[in-house]
Protein backbone atom coordinates (compact mmCIF):
# COMPACT_ATOMS: atom_id res chain seq x y z
CA UNK A 1 0.00 0.00 0.00
CA UNK A 2 1.30 3.44 -0.90
CA UNK A 3 2.53 6.05 1.51
CA UNK A 4 -0.33 8.24 2.25
CA UNK A 5 -0.72 10.89 5.39
CA UNK A 6 -3.51 12.84 6.54
CA UNK A 7 -3.31 16.20 7.81
CA UNK A 8 -5.93 17.91 9.84
CA UNK A 9 -6.68 20.86 12.30
CA UNK A 10 -8.81 20.31 15.69
CA UNK A 11 -8.76 23.62 17.75
CA UNK A 12 -5.17 24.45 18.87
CA UNK A 13 -3.19 22.29 17.33
CA UNK A 14 -2.23 20.88 13.63
CA UNK A 15 -1.84 16.90 13.32
CA UNK A 16 -0.40 14.55 10.70
CA UNK A 17 -1.57 11.14 10.23
CA UNK A 18 0.62 8.17 9.39
CA UNK A 19 -1.87 6.27 7.69
CA UNK A 20 -0.17 2.72 7.20
CA UNK A 21 2.38 3.19 10.44
CA UNK A 22 -0.77 4.86 12.36
CA UNK A 23 1.67 7.25 13.87
CA UNK A 24 0.52 10.70 15.02
CA UNK A 25 2.59 14.00 15.00
CA UNK A 26 1.94 17.18 15.81
CA UNK A 27 3.78 20.15 13.89
CA UNK A 28 4.27 23.67 13.66
CA UNK A 29 2.91 26.01 10.53
CA UNK A 30 5.95 25.50 8.29
CA UNK A 31 6.02 21.18 8.29
CA UNK A 32 1.90 21.07 8.05
CA UNK A 33 2.49 23.85 4.98
CA UNK A 34 5.35 21.88 3.74
CA UNK A 35 3.70 18.68 3.85
CA UNK A 36 1.08 19.91 1.59
CA UNK A 37 3.85 19.43 -1.33
CA UNK A 38 6.39 16.83 0.19
CA UNK A 39 6.84 13.89 -1.79
CA UNK A 40 5.21 15.41 -4.81
CA UNK A 41 7.68 18.30 -5.05
CA UNK A 42 11.40 19.24 -5.23
CA UNK A 43 12.79 20.79 -2.44
CA UNK A 44 13.89 23.82 -4.76
CA UNK A 45 9.74 23.82 -5.65
CA UNK A 46 8.91 23.56 -1.99
CA UNK A 47 10.85 26.90 -1.49
CA UNK A 48 9.59 28.75 -3.94
CA UNK A 49 6.35 28.32 -2.82
CA UNK A 50 6.94 28.88 0.66
CA UNK A 51 9.67 31.80 1.03
CA UNK A 52 7.05 34.65 1.20
CA UNK A 53 5.55 33.19 4.15
CA UNK A 54 8.49 31.70 5.85
CA UNK A 55 12.22 32.20 6.07
CA UNK A 56 14.25 30.28 4.10
CA UNK A 57 16.48 28.83 7.21
CA UNK A 58 12.95 27.63 8.64
CA UNK A 59 11.87 26.13 5.42
CA UNK A 60 15.33 23.72 5.43
CA UNK A 61 14.95 23.14 9.29
CA UNK A 62 11.39 21.78 8.97
CA UNK A 63 12.14 19.76 5.51
CA UNK A 64 15.25 18.07 6.86
CA UNK A 65 13.35 17.26 9.94
CA UNK A 66 10.86 15.38 7.74
CA UNK A 67 13.16 13.66 5.79
CA UNK A 68 14.52 12.03 9.09
CA UNK A 69 10.91 11.31 10.45
CA UNK A 70 10.37 9.34 6.90
CA UNK A 71 13.72 7.87 6.90
CA UNK A 72 12.41 6.76 10.81
CA UNK A 73 9.21 5.43 9.68
CA UNK A 74 6.82 7.45 10.81
CA UNK A 75 6.17 9.83 7.93
CA UNK A 76 5.47 8.48 4.85
CA UNK A 77 5.39 4.72 5.47
CA UNK A 78 4.95 1.90 2.91
CA UNK A 79 3.22 -1.49 3.59
CA UNK A 80 3.30 -4.61 1.48
CA UNK A 81 -0.49 -5.43 2.49
CA UNK A 82 -0.17 -9.21 0.33
CA UNK A 83 1.04 -11.12 3.35
CA UNK A 84 -1.70 -10.22 5.47
CA UNK A 85 -4.32 -10.53 2.88
CA UNK A 86 -2.52 -14.21 3.00
CA UNK A 87 -3.32 -14.60 6.18
CA UNK A 88 -6.77 -13.69 6.26
CA UNK A 89 -7.67 -16.61 3.85
CA UNK A 90 -6.43 -18.95 6.46
CA UNK A 91 -8.47 -17.33 9.54
CA UNK A 92 -11.31 -20.31 9.67
CA UNK A 93 -12.96 -20.27 13.12
CA UNK A 94 -16.33 -18.98 14.75
CA UNK A 95 -15.53 -16.92 18.24
CA UNK A 96 -18.35 -14.73 18.66
CA UNK A 97 -21.67 -15.44 18.24
CA UNK A 98 -24.81 -12.80 18.24
CA UNK A 99 -27.96 -14.78 19.90
CA UNK A 100 -31.13 -13.25 19.16
CA UNK A 101 -33.02 -14.84 21.99
CA UNK A 102 -36.15 -12.74 21.32
CA UNK A 103 -38.10 -11.75 17.38
CA UNK A 104 -40.08 -9.78 19.53
CA UNK A 105 -40.11 -6.32 21.63
CA UNK A 106 -42.07 -4.42 23.71
CA UNK A 107 -41.23 -1.16 22.14
CA UNK A 108 -41.74 -0.10 18.36
CA UNK A 109 -38.72 2.37 17.97
CA UNK A 110 -39.86 4.20 14.74
CA UNK A 111 -36.10 3.89 13.32
CA UNK A 112 -35.89 0.17 13.87
CA UNK A 113 -34.13 -1.44 11.34
CA UNK A 114 -35.16 -5.10 12.48
CA UNK A 115 -39.00 -4.38 11.78
CA UNK A 116 -40.18 -3.22 15.51
CA UNK A 117 -38.59 -6.39 16.60
CA UNK A 118 -40.22 -9.60 14.41
CA UNK A 119 -37.48 -8.94 11.47
CA UNK A 120 -39.90 -8.92 8.63
CA UNK A 121 -40.83 -12.11 10.23
CA UNK A 122 -43.20 -13.65 12.95
CA UNK A 123 -42.61 -12.79 16.65
CA UNK A 124 -41.21 -15.71 18.31
CA UNK A 125 -38.21 -16.03 21.14
CA UNK A 126 -34.90 -18.64 21.33
CA UNK A 127 -36.50 -21.58 22.96
CA UNK A 128 -33.51 -23.10 26.03
CA UNK A 129 -32.74 -26.42 23.20
CA UNK A 130 -31.74 -23.64 20.09
CA UNK A 131 -29.60 -21.63 22.86
CA UNK A 132 -28.01 -24.66 23.76
CA UNK A 133 -27.16 -26.43 20.37
CA UNK A 134 -25.55 -22.44 19.43
CA UNK A 135 -23.34 -22.94 22.23
CA UNK A 136 -22.62 -26.53 20.91
CA UNK A 137 -21.89 -24.76 17.28
CA UNK A 138 -19.70 -21.96 18.83
CA UNK A 139 -17.44 -24.17 20.44
CA UNK A 140 -16.90 -26.88 17.94
CA UNK A 141 -16.15 -23.57 14.84
CA UNK A 142 -14.17 -21.77 17.44
CA UNK A 143 -10.94 -23.45 16.80
CA UNK A 144 -8.30 -23.18 19.00
CA UNK A 145 -9.58 -19.61 20.17
CA UNK A 146 -9.61 -19.64 24.25
CA UNK A 147 -12.09 -16.61 24.73
CA UNK A 148 -15.59 -16.90 23.47
CA UNK A 149 -18.12 -14.06 23.10
CA UNK A 150 -22.20 -14.31 23.08
CA UNK A 151 -24.03 -11.42 22.55
CA UNK A 152 -27.71 -11.52 23.42
CA UNK A 153 -29.78 -9.46 21.52
CA UNK A 154 -33.39 -8.90 19.80
CA UNK A 155 -35.54 -7.91 19.79
CA UNK A 156 -35.84 -7.46 23.56
CA UNK A 157 -33.58 -10.56 24.78
CA UNK A 158 -34.93 -10.03 28.56
CA UNK A 159 -38.61 -11.71 26.79
CA UNK A 160 -36.23 -14.51 26.86
CA UNK A 161 -34.54 -14.01 30.20
CA UNK A 162 -35.02 -18.64 30.67
CA UNK A 163 -33.63 -18.68 27.39
CA UNK A 164 -30.58 -16.27 28.78
CA UNK A 165 -30.10 -17.87 32.25
CA UNK A 166 -30.04 -21.35 30.20
CA UNK A 167 -27.75 -20.42 27.52
CA UNK A 168 -24.93 -18.89 30.18
CA UNK A 169 -25.54 -22.37 32.87
CA UNK A 170 -25.15 -24.22 29.95
CA UNK A 171 -21.77 -22.55 28.26
CA UNK A 172 -20.44 -21.75 31.60
CA UNK A 173 -20.58 -25.89 32.36
CA UNK A 174 -18.47 -26.49 29.35
CA UNK A 175 -16.04 -24.00 30.16
CA UNK A 176 -13.28 -26.49 31.46
CA UNK A 177 -13.89 -29.55 29.92
CA UNK A 178 -13.70 -27.38 26.65
CA UNK A 179 -10.62 -25.08 27.65
CA UNK A 180 -12.54 -22.33 27.30
CA UNK A 181 -13.71 -19.25 28.34
CA UNK A 182 -16.85 -17.70 27.55
CA UNK A 183 -17.91 -13.60 27.84
CA UNK A 184 -21.62 -12.29 27.55
CA UNK A 185 -22.96 -9.09 26.44
CA UNK A 186 -26.52 -8.01 26.36
CA UNK A 187 -28.45 -5.19 24.74
CA UNK A 188 -32.01 -4.34 26.18
CA UNK A 189 -34.05 -1.07 26.64
CA UNK A 190 -34.47 -1.78 30.40
CA UNK A 191 -38.41 -2.27 30.09
CA UNK A 192 -38.01 -5.19 32.24
CA UNK A 193 -35.52 -5.18 34.29
CA UNK A 194 -36.44 -5.50 38.07
CA UNK A 195 -33.76 -5.92 40.90
CA UNK A 196 -33.34 -9.24 40.24
CA UNK A 197 -32.57 -9.64 37.16
CA UNK A 198 -30.77 -6.32 37.83
CA UNK A 199 -28.46 -8.52 39.55
CA UNK A 200 -28.22 -11.56 38.01
CA UNK A 201 -27.15 -9.58 34.86
CA UNK A 202 -24.69 -7.57 36.60
CA UNK A 203 -22.96 -10.96 38.02
CA UNK A 204 -22.94 -12.85 35.05
CA UNK A 205 -23.14 -10.24 32.04
CA UNK A 206 -19.30 -8.84 30.68
CA UNK A 207 -21.04 -6.29 29.26
CA UNK A 208 -24.49 -4.34 29.58
CA UNK A 209 -25.79 -1.75 26.78
CA UNK A 210 -28.94 0.09 27.65
CA UNK A 211 -30.54 1.81 25.31
CA UNK A 212 -31.98 5.42 25.76
CA UNK A 213 -32.36 8.41 22.87
CA UNK A 214 -31.51 11.55 25.17
CA UNK A 215 -33.73 13.71 26.53
CA UNK A 216 -37.31 12.49 27.46
CA UNK A 217 -39.12 14.49 24.52
CA UNK A 218 -36.70 12.85 21.77
CA UNK A 219 -36.73 9.57 23.09
CA UNK A 220 -40.23 9.51 23.71
CA UNK A 221 -41.12 10.59 20.24
CA UNK A 222 -38.85 7.47 19.20
CA UNK A 223 -38.79 4.69 21.33
CA UNK A 224 -42.09 4.29 22.14
CA UNK A 225 -45.07 1.28 23.26
CA UNK A 226 -47.46 -0.45 20.91
CA UNK A 227 -49.69 1.93 22.34
CA UNK A 228 -48.08 5.25 21.06
CA UNK A 229 -46.69 5.51 24.53
CA UNK A 230 -43.04 6.87 25.61
CA UNK A 231 -40.97 4.36 27.83
CA UNK A 232 -37.89 7.20 28.97
CA UNK A 233 -40.08 7.60 32.85
CA UNK A 234 -39.93 4.06 33.00
CA UNK A 235 -36.59 3.16 31.98
CA UNK A 236 -34.19 5.62 33.52
CA UNK A 237 -34.64 4.82 37.01
CA UNK A 238 -34.01 1.15 36.27
CA UNK A 239 -30.93 2.36 33.78
CA UNK A 240 -29.35 4.29 36.85
CA UNK A 241 -29.30 0.86 39.14
CA UNK A 242 -27.34 -0.81 36.93
CA UNK A 243 -24.92 2.17 35.78
CA UNK A 244 -24.41 2.51 40.09
CA UNK A 245 -23.77 -1.24 40.44
CA UNK A 246 -21.58 -1.55 36.86
CA UNK A 247 -19.51 1.97 38.16
CA UNK A 248 -19.30 0.81 41.80
CA UNK A 249 -17.59 -2.76 40.61
CA UNK A 250 -15.92 -1.16 37.74
CA UNK A 251 -17.67 -3.59 35.28
CA UNK A 252 -18.32 -2.17 31.28
CA UNK A 253 -21.25 -1.02 30.47
CA UNK A 254 -22.83 1.63 27.74
CA UNK A 255 -25.51 4.10 27.62
CA UNK A 256 -26.52 3.33 23.98
CA UNK A 257 -29.31 5.82 22.01
CA UNK A 258 -29.82 6.81 17.94
CA UNK A 259 -29.97 10.38 16.27
CA UNK A 260 -32.27 10.92 13.62
CA UNK A 261 -32.93 14.39 11.43
CA UNK A 262 -35.39 14.93 14.32
CA UNK A 263 -32.40 15.45 16.80
CA UNK A 264 -30.06 16.81 14.78
CA UNK A 265 -28.77 18.65 18.11
CA UNK A 266 -27.79 15.06 19.69
CA UNK A 267 -25.07 17.09 21.64
CA UNK A 268 -27.49 17.97 23.86
CA UNK A 269 -28.85 14.29 24.23
CA UNK A 270 -25.40 13.23 25.09
CA UNK A 271 -24.77 15.87 27.83
CA UNK A 272 -28.28 14.97 29.19
CA UNK A 273 -27.16 11.44 29.71
CA UNK A 274 -23.67 12.70 31.40
CA UNK A 275 -26.34 14.99 33.51
CA UNK A 276 -28.06 11.83 34.49
CA UNK A 277 -24.96 10.11 35.61
CA UNK A 278 -23.97 7.93 32.95
CA UNK A 279 -19.64 7.81 32.13
CA UNK A 280 -20.36 5.43 29.41
CA UNK A 281 -22.35 7.05 26.35
CA UNK A 282 -23.10 6.67 22.71
CA UNK A 283 -25.20 7.93 20.69
CA UNK A 284 -24.51 6.77 16.96
CA UNK A 285 -26.21 7.91 13.72
CA UNK A 286 -29.39 6.23 12.36
CA UNK A 287 -29.37 4.28 9.44
CA UNK A 288 -32.20 2.28 7.20
CA UNK A 289 -34.66 3.37 4.40
CA UNK A 290 -37.29 5.05 6.31
CA UNK A 291 -36.86 8.30 4.89
CA UNK A 292 -38.85 9.95 7.78
CA UNK A 293 -35.75 9.91 10.05
CA UNK A 294 -32.88 9.07 7.76
CA UNK A 295 -29.81 11.78 7.80
CA UNK A 296 -29.05 13.52 4.64
CA UNK A 297 -25.76 15.29 3.30
CA UNK A 298 -26.37 18.45 3.93
CA UNK A 299 -26.59 17.62 7.42
CA UNK A 300 -23.25 16.82 8.08
CA UNK A 301 -21.89 20.62 8.73
CA UNK A 302 -24.54 20.31 11.24
CA UNK A 303 -23.58 17.26 12.49
CA UNK A 304 -19.56 18.20 12.62
CA UNK A 305 -20.26 20.85 14.66
CA UNK A 306 -22.11 18.89 17.01
CA UNK A 307 -19.65 16.59 17.38
CA UNK A 308 -17.18 19.34 18.28
CA UNK A 309 -19.28 20.80 20.85
CA UNK A 310 -19.16 17.09 22.35
CA UNK A 311 -15.35 17.33 22.42
CA UNK A 312 -15.60 20.57 23.89
CA UNK A 313 -17.67 19.59 26.79
CA UNK A 314 -15.74 16.15 27.12
CA UNK A 315 -12.35 18.01 28.24
CA UNK A 316 -14.50 20.93 30.00
CA UNK A 317 -15.89 17.87 32.22
CA UNK A 318 -12.89 15.52 32.34
CA UNK A 319 -11.20 18.65 33.51
CA UNK A 320 -13.54 19.93 36.27
CA UNK A 321 -14.30 16.03 37.66
CA UNK A 322 -17.81 17.73 37.31
CA UNK A 323 -20.49 14.65 35.83
CA UNK A 324 -17.42 13.41 33.79
CA UNK A 325 -18.30 11.43 30.25
CA UNK A 326 -16.55 8.92 27.83
CA UNK A 327 -18.09 9.03 24.43
CA UNK A 328 -17.81 6.09 22.52
CA UNK A 329 -16.52 7.34 19.23
CA UNK A 330 -14.17 9.33 20.68
CA UNK A 331 -12.80 6.73 22.78
CA UNK A 332 -10.53 5.01 19.86
CA UNK A 333 -6.43 3.92 21.50
CA UNK A 334 -4.32 5.60 18.69
CA UNK A 335 -1.63 3.51 20.07
CA UNK A 336 -2.49 0.22 20.98
CA UNK A 337 -5.97 -0.51 19.23
CA UNK A 338 -6.99 -3.28 17.43
CA UNK A 339 -4.78 -5.85 15.46
CA UNK A 340 -4.65 -5.40 11.49
CA UNK A 341 -6.59 -7.88 10.72
CA UNK A 342 -9.53 -6.66 12.47
CA UNK A 343 -8.61 -3.72 11.37
CA UNK A 344 -9.36 -4.55 7.68
CA UNK A 345 -11.91 -7.25 8.74
CA UNK A 346 -13.92 -4.68 11.45
CA UNK A 347 -16.66 -7.21 12.95
CA UNK A 348 -15.82 -10.15 10.91
CA UNK A 349 -19.53 -10.39 10.17
CA UNK A 350 -19.88 -13.53 8.05
CA UNK A 351 -16.09 -14.96 9.16
CA UNK A 352 -15.52 -15.08 12.97
CA UNK A 353 -18.96 -13.17 14.06
CA UNK A 354 -22.52 -14.72 13.46
CA UNK A 355 -26.02 -13.96 14.25
CA UNK A 356 -28.57 -17.03 15.49
CA UNK A 357 -32.01 -16.58 15.42
CA UNK A 358 -34.51 -18.01 17.32
CA UNK A 359 -35.32 -20.76 14.83
CA UNK A 360 -31.16 -21.94 15.05
CA UNK A 361 -30.96 -20.29 11.61
CA UNK A 362 -27.66 -18.37 10.94
CA UNK A 363 -26.83 -14.96 9.69
CA UNK A 364 -23.95 -13.33 8.77
CA UNK A 365 -24.83 -10.73 11.49
CA UNK A 366 -28.33 -9.68 13.16
CA UNK A 367 -28.56 -6.99 10.48
CA UNK A 368 -28.52 -9.62 7.57
CA UNK A 369 -31.58 -11.39 9.51
CA UNK A 370 -34.28 -12.07 7.21
CA UNK A 371 -32.16 -11.50 3.74
CA UNK A 372 -32.69 -15.24 2.32
CA UNK A 373 -29.86 -14.51 0.14
CA UNK A 374 -27.50 -14.83 3.38
CA UNK A 375 -28.47 -17.62 5.44
CA UNK A 376 -25.94 -19.83 6.24
CA UNK A 377 -27.05 -22.74 7.84
CA UNK A 378 -28.23 -23.44 11.51
CA UNK A 379 -27.31 -24.71 14.81
CA UNK A 380 -28.00 -28.44 14.32
CA UNK A 381 -26.90 -29.81 11.37
CA UNK A 382 -23.21 -27.30 11.83
CA UNK A 383 -22.49 -26.65 8.05
CA UNK A 384 -22.14 -23.35 6.99
CA UNK A 385 -22.62 -22.06 3.18
CA UNK A 386 -19.12 -21.63 1.89
CA UNK A 387 -20.63 -19.47 -0.65
CA UNK A 388 -21.61 -17.04 1.35
CA UNK A 389 -18.32 -17.05 3.88
CA UNK A 390 -16.16 -16.56 0.49
CA UNK A 391 -18.01 -13.43 -0.68
CA UNK A 392 -17.89 -12.07 3.02
CA UNK A 393 -14.14 -12.97 3.02
CA UNK A 394 -13.34 -10.70 0.49
CA UNK A 395 -15.09 -7.45 1.85
CA UNK A 396 -11.87 -6.40 3.57
CA UNK A 397 -10.93 -3.06 3.45
CA UNK A 398 -8.48 -3.18 0.41
CA UNK A 399 -11.65 -4.74 -1.78
CA UNK A 400 -13.46 -1.60 -1.65
CA UNK A 401 -12.54 1.01 -4.24
CA UNK A 402 -13.61 3.69 -2.47
CA UNK A 403 -11.52 2.84 0.87
CA UNK A 404 -8.29 2.12 -0.24
CA UNK A 405 -7.51 5.58 -0.95
CA UNK A 406 -9.02 6.57 2.15
CA UNK A 407 -7.10 8.25 4.98
CA UNK A 408 -9.20 6.67 7.73
CA UNK A 409 -9.66 3.05 6.26
CA UNK A 410 -7.72 1.16 9.44
CA UNK A 411 -10.54 2.65 11.53
CA UNK A 412 -13.56 2.19 9.67
CA UNK A 413 -12.96 -0.70 7.58
CA UNK A 414 -14.75 0.32 5.13
CA UNK A 415 -18.23 0.59 6.68
CA UNK A 416 -20.73 -1.71 8.43
CA UNK A 417 -21.26 -4.24 5.09
CA UNK A 418 -24.61 -4.84 6.11
CA UNK A 419 -25.52 -0.96 6.09
CA UNK A 420 -23.68 -0.70 2.64
CA UNK A 421 -25.33 -4.03 1.71
CA UNK A 422 -29.02 -1.63 2.69
CA UNK A 423 -28.11 1.49 1.54
CA UNK A 424 -26.38 1.29 -1.39
CA UNK A 425 -27.27 -2.70 -2.30
CA UNK A 426 -23.40 -3.11 -2.57
CA UNK A 427 -21.07 -4.22 0.71
CA UNK A 428 -18.16 -2.80 -0.90
CA UNK A 429 -19.67 0.68 -1.75
CA UNK A 430 -19.62 2.37 1.88
CA UNK A 431 -22.48 4.58 3.00
CA UNK A 432 -21.35 8.05 2.49
CA UNK A 433 -22.99 10.09 4.63
CA UNK A 434 -21.78 7.55 7.99
CA UNK A 435 -18.09 7.74 6.06
CA UNK A 436 -17.85 11.45 7.14
CA UNK A 437 -19.26 11.26 10.39
CA UNK A 438 -16.57 8.52 11.28
CA UNK A 439 -13.87 10.26 9.77
CA UNK A 440 -15.14 13.72 11.70
CA UNK A 441 -15.04 11.16 14.96
CA UNK A 442 -11.85 9.72 14.28
CA UNK A 443 -10.09 13.58 14.31
CA UNK A 444 -11.51 14.40 17.15
CA UNK A 445 -10.69 11.30 18.91
CA UNK A 446 -6.66 11.65 17.43
CA UNK A 447 -6.89 15.08 18.84
CA UNK A 448 -8.23 13.95 22.36
CA UNK A 449 -5.84 11.52 22.75
CA UNK A 450 -3.04 14.15 22.93
CA UNK A 451 -5.29 16.41 25.04
Known amino acids: ?48 KLES ?42 KALCLNVAHDCNLRCKYCFASKGDYHGKRELMSAEVGRRAVDFLLEKSGNMKNLEIDFFGGEPLMAMDTVREVISYAKSLEESHHKKFHF ?12 VIQYLHEHMDNIVLSLDGRKEVNDFIRVRADGSGSYDNIVSNIKKVVALRERDKKEYYVRGTFTNYNLDFASDVFHLADLGFREISIEPVVGKDEAYLLEESHLITLFDQYKEIAVEYLKRNKSKEKPFIFYHFNVDIYHGPCIYKRLWACGAGRDYLAVTPSGHIYPCHQFIGQERFL ?53 KPYKITCELQK ?12
Open 376 to 428: MGDVFDKILDENIINHLRDTHVFSKPECTECWAKYFCSGGCNANNFLINGDMK
Open 53 to 94: RYPKSNIKEALEEIQTLKEQRYLFTEMNEMPILEKLDTRHYV
Open 185 to 196: TITTNALLLDDE
Open 440 to 451: KRIEYAIYLNRA
Open 1 to 48: MTAQIHKFRVFDKKLVLDVNSGSVLEVDDVAYDILEYYDKYSNESIFN
